[in-house]
């Protein structure tokens, strides 16, 4: 007996591209059950994260022609990674593994057997790695660059090039089951996981219709939100740029000591207003920084919960731990 495959795409007004993927994911799965190599029991799992378009009634469409395809609706929109959570945690109840895609398949769905082929030699997590980034505009290419270099600079463990296109185990889903953060970023979470990963590469398409749900101010949000979820490093330079400036603060006060002393005293405008400045904007940055982090403690002790379903379209058996 083959091990049950679930595939976990989160959706935010997809309608434009949704029968595409249902078309082309379901081919695969099929090809993939008649092969032996996962269960009949393998689904393709589409979370609805409070569209605003028809992708809800699509999704329900899907399941009524064929139960193969099912679906979570989500309370309201939540984003991407609150929606691929609720996926992957409703998942883990029947799945053996789940991987999970974007609904644009700019993910090349070919690779999904070497990710099963992998995880049956024995890996938990398989990274799904982007070989290339030629289909990216040079502006993305190079700050998400930056951002992976930042990343690693800061103390994140962090796989290169990957974003959520990933196999997980189930009892890597457990473990990931036990982070109750409410600021994800999954990408940064899964590694502090463990188990045995692997990776595997595959060349990145562009969206095939409609646009792009991650706006440039959506995305420097969620590159913002990945660095203090995960490293406290930033606070860890203010305190020393305070150590900086404190012992250049000494250094001054010799120095007009020493003025005072030779009797030279009329000190310049220029290097007041420059001290009051620069010392006012080093203050406001840092303290802009603590609070930003005050601000996440403020809402990972609300324990807020991170997702709520209001539908389900599920027909399966729930698997024993
Ligand atoms: N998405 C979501 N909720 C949101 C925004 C996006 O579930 O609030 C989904 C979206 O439907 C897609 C995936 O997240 O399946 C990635 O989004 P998109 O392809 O627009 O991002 P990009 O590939 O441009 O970074
Ligand atoms: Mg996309």
């Not at 009524?64 to 609720?86: C, D, T, V």
């Not at 692997?198 to 792009?212: D, K, Q, T």
């Amino acid at each position: 007996m083959k091990d049950t495959l679930y595939l976990v795409i989160p959706c935010y007004n997809e309608e434009e591209v949704l029968h595409e993927t249902a078309k082309r994911l379901i081919e695969k799965i099929n090809t993939m059950i008649k092969n032996n190599i996962i269960s009949d029991e393998s689904k393709i799992l589409f979370v609805n994260d409070g569209s605003k378009d028809k992708t809800w009634s699509i999704i329900k469409e899907l399941h009524s022609e064929n139960n193969i395809f099912s679906g979570i609706n989500l309370s309201r929109n939540r984003g991407h990674q609150n929606a691929l959570l609720a996926g992957l945690m409703t998942a883990k109840e029947f799945a053996d593994m789940t991987i999970s895609l974007d609904a644009d398949l700019q993910d090349d769905v070919n690779v999904i057997d070497k990710f099963v082929e992998q995880y049956y030699q024995g890996s938990d997590v398989v990274y799904g790695v982007r070989c290339s980034r030629d289909t990216d505009t040079f502006f993305k290419r190079t700050t998400a660059l930056a951002f992976y270099k930042l990343m690693s600079s800061l103390g994140v463990d962090m796989v290169y090039n990957h974003a959520d296109y990933r196999l997980m185990s189930k009892r890597a889903l457990e473990g990931l089951n036990k982070f109750r953060e409410v600021n994800l970023f999954l990408r940064g979470m899964v590694p502090l996981v463990g188990y045995k990963y692997s990776i595997v590469e595959y060349e990145r398409h562009e969206r095939f219709a409609g646009e792009s749900k991650y706006p440039l101010k959506k995305m420097i949000a969620f590159a913002l939100d990945g660095i203090t979820s995960l490293s406290i490093k930033p606070i860890r330079i203010i305190t020393g740029i305070g150590f900086t400036i404190f012992f250049i603060s000494i250094l001054t006060l010799i120095y007009s000591i020493i003025i005072n002393f030779i009797g030279n005293a009329v000190t310049g405008w220029t290097s007041l207003t420059i001290s009051i400045w620069m010392l006012g904007g080093i203050q406001l940055l840092c303290l802009g920084v603590i609070g930003e982090y005050i601000g996440k403690i403020y809402n990972e002790t609300k324990q807020r919960p991170r997702f709520i379903i209001s539908d389900r379209l599920i027909e399966n058996k729930i698997k024993d731990v």
